[in-house]
């Protein structure tokens, strides 16, 4: 029998009404395995209390610290799941992708819309189902799994804000379906020793085009971070204007040593810079191309090389390195 850990963080799942009515954290790790007595019969499951937050609060800071009690605990245990809100799970499932390389083991983000402590919930299903794809031999790497689907820690989104199922796999397959047994569609495989580094640095921005939109706070913005995340219209094009304001900004912050990556606010797709003369003379001046990873993705990958301190022209190289399916172009 596998052993598996169980790393608790907070979460609908873990949360009971307060006295003004509001949920809130406050189920433990140990509590959380009472309501699922049958997890006894997958696994020898250990219980582990390293947050206990909303998600809205779990920050970059706190994607190290998971990264950290896995990297500590690897050679004691065969799997790693880990309870976790949802309004920012899938930004950690990107960053533990990034900080946990060639891993040969699962580590699965799960939780629930509404808390494992009411009479009908989505948590104990999705509890169990995690432990048991946990189990399954052909697990490895980072994972999501709601609703019974299992989704790649890199292609992951949030779409829903109520319904059971939340998460989508973003222009990639899910890697399976889990309903008390594993149907999987996507086989993977790690040959290389795995390698930890839990590293990660804020210093970005991520700035949503409007129509309209004063070029000016692109520079202000510009002048803060080391990284500017732009989610243009459609394929990716910066509008000019009659002052060709915006073009200007970004010449300056990348002659400055600025990394300014475009994405695109559509959800399907991706961006492609070069499709129009909006988008053209910009991919000319050094914008990066996000393709088609998750905005998700490219935050947390963005943090995660600024944290490794690494020169701009080896940042970008690294950026455009697909990890984990995180660009498929």
């Known amino acids: 029998m596998k052993k598996v850990l169980l790393i608790a963080t907070g979460g609908t799942i873990a949360s009971k009404q307060t006295d003004n009515g509001s949920l809130a954290p406050d189920i433990t790790s140990e509590e959380l395995l ?36 896995i990297e500590q605990n690897y050679q004691k245990y065969d799997a790693f799941v880990i309870t976790h809100g949802t309004d920012t799970m899938a930004y950690t499932a990107a960053a533990l992708s990034y900080m946990i390389s060639n891993n040969r083991k699962p580590v699965l983000l799960t939780g629930s819309q509404k808390s494992i402590y009411l009479r009908d919930n989505d948590a104990r299903n999705n509890l169990i189902n995690a432990l048991i794809f946990a189990c399954d031999d052909m697990s490895t790497g980072v994972h999501i799994l709601f609703d019974n689907k299992v989704i790649l820690g890199t292609r992951a989104r949030k ?46 921005f991520v700035v949503k085009m409007f129509p309209g939109m004063d070029s000016s706070i692109i520079g202000l913005i510009g002048n803060q971070y080391d990284a500017i995340v732009l989610e243009g219209f459609g394929v990716g094009g910066m509008p000019n204007y009659d002052s060709d304001g915006f073009y200007q900004e970004i010449r300056r912050l990348i002659d400055n040593g600025k990394i300014i990556v475009m994405t695109t606010q559509v959800t399907h797709e991706g961006s492609d810079m070069t499709r129009y003369a909006v988008g053209h003379r910009l991919a000319k001046l050094g914008v990066i191309d996000a393709e088609d990873m998750t905005l998700e993705s490219i935050v947390a990958k963005l943090m995660w090389l600024l944290g490794r301190n690494l020169n701009r022209n080896h940042l970008i190289k690294e950026f455009l390195t697909p990890i984990r399916w995180d660009r498929l172009q």
């Not at 007595?37 to 800071?61: G, M």
């Not at 109520?162 to 569609?185: L, Q």
Request: glycine share 2%.
């Open 159 to 204: 779409t829903r804000t109520k319904s059971y199922n939340a998460f989508t796999s973003i222009d990639f397959p899910e890697v399976a379906i889990v309903d008390g047994k594993v149907r999987r569609y996507i086989e993977e495989s790690e040959q290389s020793e795995v390698k930890f580094c839990c590293v990660a640095r804020p210093s970005l």
């Open 34 to 69: 009472e309501y699922v007595p049958e997890a006894k019969d997958i696994c020898q499951v250990t219980a582990y209390q390293l947050y206990n937050l909303d998600s809205t609060n779990i920050c970059y800071e706190h994607w190290i610290g998971m990264a950290k009690c």
